[in-house]
């Protein structure tokens, strides 16, 4: 049988600095390249035809989906692999592809988009450093999101900003899964840039709400405004979408969200609960189950966070929420193990070292707690001053406990 082909497919305006990156990271595994340059006046089209890319020009027309649609048309391989100008792929990634493609049963699967920043104060950001060519960032944000679908089913991409294939391959029956590949994206690091982007993209989903009055049209706008930080206005579309159609399953998620941003647990869980009604997510079991643990209410928040790990066993947050719920519950070897698990999928895994080190603390293990709490700290944990003054006082337990083996040099 022939071994399975791939069509990378991506979008370009003046990506000369990230463009050969992106298809230098990919040209091992895919069989033709795809670029729809949407006016670039720089040296990007000379940059993907040096990958021997196909080069298709495209009139912008403030539709990111339109350009996304026009590229899905030239792919003439089984499988499309979607990469923004200023994304890449690492080697595990490009790995793990090979076998994807190999599938019988899945017609999509979602990545990990790591948005990389060092706008610590972003929801969702995770602490973990990152290196790429000579610049620093401090972390993360993530999204999971179709990067990699069957060719030819009819798949469109929807949406003119936050464009997604998604609802079209599940309107269509198409069955997707979720995949351990990273996508790296480099583009959201710069905060003026990103704040620039936004603010446009906002007018573009203003100018498409008033022109179309649509469920998903609010939904986009609400996202927007979300993403802007105008939570009133951001909730009234999304509300609005709702009205429109109550089955928007979407947008009763991102207002859990909103409310669970404003610390309103009850509406919070309220929303997530609809949403989870609609359609089950890993996203929106865990979100319910943190809200869940802010309420004091082990029980229900144990319960979603055991679905989301189910929906989602490679999400290590969800053993940290796990942990937590456990050490707060007394189940102190079940809480070390859950979090063991989260820092074997995230070895940079802040939040899980510095639970783990608690859980392990409270069960009077004191020299892993103290390795735990360390690696916290190392990894520049928040609270890395407060977990520094119960390092010192660890060091004085262990020091006054002649009989407790464990192997470090007291002091410092």
Known sequence: MAKPTISLCTITKNEKRNLRSCLGSVKDIVDEMVVVDTGSTDKTKDIAKKFNAEVFDFKWIDDFSAARNESIKHATKDWVLVLDADEMLDEEGVKAIKHLVEDKETDAFLFLQKNYTNSTSIAGFVNEEHKKDGKVYAGWYGSLIVRLFRNKKGYEFEGVVHELVEPSIESKGGKISTANVVVHNYGN?????????????????????????????????????????????????????????????????????????????????????????????????????????????????????????????????????????????????????????????????????????????????????????????????????????????????????????YGFKVGG
């Open 189 to 405: 690091a710069d905060t003026d840039i990103v704040k620039k982007k936004r603010q446009y993209y906002l007018e573009l989903c203003k100018k498409k709400a008033s022109q179309n009055q649509t469920d998903s049209s609010y939904y986009e706008l609400g996202v927007l405004y979300k993403e802007n930080d105008d939570i009133e206005d951001a909730v009234k579309s999304l509300k609005k979408a709702i009205e429109l159609n109550p089955k928007h399953n979407m947008a009763w998620y991102e207002l859990g969200v909103l409310c669970e941003q404003k610390k309103e647990y009850d509406e919070a869980v309220k929303n997530y609960t609809e949403s989870l009604r609609l359609k089950e997510s890993s996203e929106a079991f865990q979100n319910l189950g943190v809200c869940y643990l802010k309420k004091g209410m082990l029980k229900e928040s144990y319960r979603n966070l055991v679905k989301a790990m189910l929906l989602n066993p490679n999400k290590y947050t969800t053993y940290n929420n796990l942990g937590a719920v456990l050490e707060k519950a007394g189940k102190y070897d079940t809480a070390v193990q859950m979090l063991e698990i989260g820092i074997k999928l995230n070895p940079k895994n802040v939040i899980g070292f510095y639970n783990l080190g608690i859980a392990l603390d409270k069960k009077g293990e004191f020299g892993k707690a103290l390795q735990a709490y360390e690696k916290a700290v190392e990894l520049g944990h928040s609270k890395s001053e407060d977990i520094k003054k119960r390092i010192k006082q660890i060091k004085t337990i262990i020091i006054n406990m002649p009989n407790y083996k």
